[in-house]
């Protein structure tokens, strides 16, 4: 296998560290890979490893700066971040041999490691949520508020040159210390680099993904798509999961979970049906459940048996062995290939029949996942796969399935702590079960909510158990929550330039889309104290809502913390004066999510299936402060068609000047993987203008149209050539103050409370001459606390706005 497709699963790597680097004792090894990164070896024969393994790839980083002192008794290495002490003794490292301090004020007490110490981290993420029901124990990952952490790739497999895996010696010790204090990105980028970037995902990937654990007939299939097309739900990828292929078999042959040849009876035609699929804008993937083998009665039992050697006249199954590279390589050419040629985009590897295979310590899910990204990477297409956590180094083998949760507010309120934390492993494109996939109670609300939380996290995949009554098509929850479902889901497909543009940058700069907040906040303690709050690309923050709301208020709450800044709701485009913590309500229709003042969002007009580079762009614009964006494009599929950057930035008015300047700069790169023409819409947030703004395409003043919604002003501009730049002159601007009396209205008039208590509510607000004046006149009317703190979120959220 290895020797026919060498060129296919053999990894790009740089596995020996320079000699400048390596400090060695009799058995033990160390290495200085960077001032915060030391790699600690011992064998008791000496025999260290200077190969790539599964989880680290690349040691040649170039050699830090550092201060060795060795005697007899010890050996001391010191950096600018790490200060490592070793005595001098035969048998390997213990607690009171070695021990590593991370430089700087991270702990009092906790920032030297000794060795064998549990380590203290932010967490990392877990191989699996199947059954959660709720919060569940994660991993260690590799950040830690004491400034370090530590990497163990002792028992990490060995990757042979032709591509293979092999076994290394059970008695090594092979481990990394990351002495890297608060600086997350900085260790993530360079564990992205120890150990493989996190590839480009297809550009379909991130629109909407329709899955259901359901016997779905081909013509009952597309129905429900033609359904969802009539009601403007779209669609990016369809999944498939297990009775796509026959699951009725004889006893003998074992459960009817794995399999690879198309039950006819349900999809008469598979070659049509996908074509059909790939015509109305969806990308497929099929469920596997490998571990039983191939059985007889598979279609290609007969000639991968020959291959293999398997006798046919016996009927003697295939049976799975991922550790045999022959099994792998007919594994791949018999029951995988062919469905591909005929349309099948990627594979759903839903593997959960353990971690043992016949090579002690080698994961049958991790060769799985390894090898299936590679194999679906064959000539130079963007490797995909979808499949769980397999360790440390699994970010190179993306998109996570997290497993069959319970459709439950607990499991809800843990997605996204989970799906943010998993940053901290470097593991970014995780795919939940929107909705839950098993029990709970139908509830509209939930339902809701987790879709809102789909379209704001890495993969919008909604999904669910069989049965008649589990199905996650949103007119079966009542029209209100179809209709704000629907909204939400036309919105995740409208984000998809947004999404790509940090696809790009993930990939370019191990910067992902989903980040705790500490990570730009790493010394303020407000940052930890938000758990289920994290930034969404450069522009964004989310704070989702996982807890029902109050019945009287009709508004869902979470607590937030805005840091220092001026902030804009993404959807009710109310500004707020960041730096602080503070309760945010907000009802079923919208969902708590922040865009920075400065802030640039490009965004498809469109709300099709398809989610190729866009004709029609809505660019959001919000005001207050300077800003940047580069929007990347190319093919979406990685076939050789060069990417495209355009640029875009807003000049924010100086303290002497009224004027504001934004522009769209000319496309750098490959203009041919944008549409030969472009029509573009600004929607400007917060902006007042005094006079009417003047757009510029090149040299030439162009006409345009402009309306207004509230807080937005729409400026559209005519369709024009893709290959040329805009600039838009505002004169006489300044920020648009938030309508505090009018939302408050808004509020009240909404809220289930008693019609004098919002008369003498009201009238108090309308008296108030300025927000404290107005906090201090509610405080003695004595009212319910909850309706005081959502009071106090618009009255407080520009202190400013309130002359």
């Known amino acids: 296998m290895v020797k026919k497709r060498k060129e296919t699963f053999k990894l790009d790597t740089n596995p020996k560290a320079p000699e400048g680097s390596i400090v060695s004792w009799g058995n033990y090894r160390f290495s200085v890979l960077t001032s915060a990164i030391i790699r600690l070896e011992y064998h008791p024969e000496g025999k260290f490893e200077d190969g790539s393994t599964q989880t680290v790839l690349n040691r040649d980083f170039e050699t830090p700066e550092f201060e060795l002192k060795e005697t007899d008794e010890y050996i001391e290495i010191i950096t600018s971040h790490s200060h490592l002490m070793f005595y001098k003794e035969e048998g390997g490292f213990t607690k009171h041999n070695l021990n590593i301090e991370a430089i700087g004020n991270y702990s009092l007490y906790h920032s030297t490691w000794y060795f064998g110490e549990e380590l203290d981290t932010l967490k990392g993420t877990a191989r699996t949520l199947d059954f959660a029901d709720g919060a569940i124990e994660l991993e260690d990952g590799l950040m830690s508020k004491n400034g370090f952490s530590v990497i163990d790739d002792s028992k990490s497999m060995h990757l042979t040159e032709d591509g293979w895996v092999k076994k290394r010696s059970p008695n090594l010790v092979d481990m990394y210390f990351l002495g890297y204090g608060r600086d997350y990105l900085g260790a993530l980028e360079d564990y992205h680099y120890l150990t493989g970037k996190t590839p480009l995902l297809p550009r379909y990937a991130l629109g909407n993904w329709w899955s259901r654990y359901y016997a779905y007939s081909q013509e009952g299939y597309k129905d429900l798509m033609k359904e969802f097309q009539a009601r403007s739900i779209p669609f990016s990828v369809a999944v498939i999961d297990m009775d796509w292929h026959v ?35 969806m990308r497929t993937t099929l469920n596997l459940h490998p571990a039983n083998g191939v059985q007889p009665y598979e279609e290609m039992y007969e000639p991968m048996a020959k291959q293999l050697d398997v006798n046919v006249d016996q009927e003697e199954p295939i049976e799975f062995d991922i550790a045999d590279p022959e099994f792998l390589d007919a594994y791949f050419e018999y029951l995988h290939h062919p469905h591909e040629e005929k349309g099948v985009d990627f594979w759903w590897i839903d593997w959960q029949q353990g971690s043992v295979t016949k090579v002690e310590g080698l994961d049958p899910l991790w060769m799985l996942n390894h090898y299936h990204f590679l194999d679906h990477a064959r000539d130079d297409n963007r490797g995909l796969i979808f499949s769980r956590y397999a360790g440390l180094g699994s970010h190179r083998y993306p998109i996570g399935f997290s497993g069959d949760t319970a459709a439950t507010w607990d499991s809800l309120a843990f997605q996204p702590y989970f799906t943010a934390t998993a940053a901290n492993v470097g593991y970014s494109w ?17 339902f809701v909510r987790w879709v809102q939380f789909g379209v704001f996290s890495p993969i919008n995949r909604l999904h669910s158990q069989d049965g008649e009554f589990s199905g996650k098509e949103p007119w079966r929850y009542g029209q209100k929550a179809e209709r704000i479902v629907t909204d939400f889901m036309q919105l995740r497909h409208r984000l998809v330039p947004y999404l790509y543009t940090m696809n790009v940058i993930n990939y370019q700069d191990d910067f992902p889309l989903v980040r705790p907040m500490y990570y730009h906040y790493p010394w303020k303690d407000e940052a930890y104290d938000v758990p289920n709050q994290y930034y969404f690309g450069t522009q964004m923050i989310v704070a989702p809502i996982t807890e029902p709301m109050r019945s009287d208020l009709r508004l869902g709450k979470v607590k937030v913390w805005l840091p220092e800044g001026k902030w804009v709701d993404f959807f009710n485009n109310r500004s707020y004066e960041g730096d602080r913590m503070i309760d945010v309500y907000r009802p079923m229709s919208t969902f708590p999510v922040f865009v920075k003042a400065g802030g640039i969002v490009p965004m498809d007009q469109s709300v099709e299936n398809s989610t190729d580079n866009p004709t029609n762009m809505d660019i959001r614009i919000y005001a207050g402060d300077h800003g940047n964006f580069s929007m990347y494009e190319d093919d979406g599929l990685g076939k050789g068609v060069d990417a495209v950057t355009t640029k875009m930035s807003l000049k924010w008015r100086e303290e002497e000047e009224e004027s504001s300047i934004f522009r769209i700069h000319k496309p750098e790169g490959n203009v041919d993987a944008l549409p030969e023409r472009r029509q573009f819409t600004l929607s400007l947030v917060g902006f007042k203008c005094k006079q009417m703004p003047e757009v510029w395409v090149d040299d030439e003043q162009v006409e345009i149209e402009i309306s207004k919604d509230g807080k937005v002003t729409s400026v559209v501009i005519p369709e024009q050539d893709t290959d040329v730049s805009y600039t838009v ?24 409370v008693e019609a004098h208590v919002k008369e003498k509510i009201f009238n108090t607000i309308v008296k108030g001459r300025t927000s404290a004046r107005v906090i201090s006149a509610l405080l003695a009317l004595d009212i319910d606390q909850d309706l005081l703190d959502a009071i106090s979120e618009i009255v407080w959220a520009n202190p400013d706005d309130v002359a």
């Open 247 to 281: 699951t009725d078999v004889p006893s003998e042959y074992g459960s009817g979970w794995t399999g690879y040849t198309w039950n006819t009876e349900l999809f008469p035609d598979p070659d049509g049906f996908l074509s059909w699929l790939h015509e109305n804008g």
């Open 430 to 446: 995780w795919s939940h079960d929107i909705g839950g996939h098993m029990g709970g109670v139908k509830d509209n609300e939930l």
């Open 729 to 752: 002159y505002f004169r006489g601007v300044e920020l648009r103050k938030n309508d505090m009396h009018g939302q408050l209205f808004r509020f009240l008039d909404r809220a289930q």
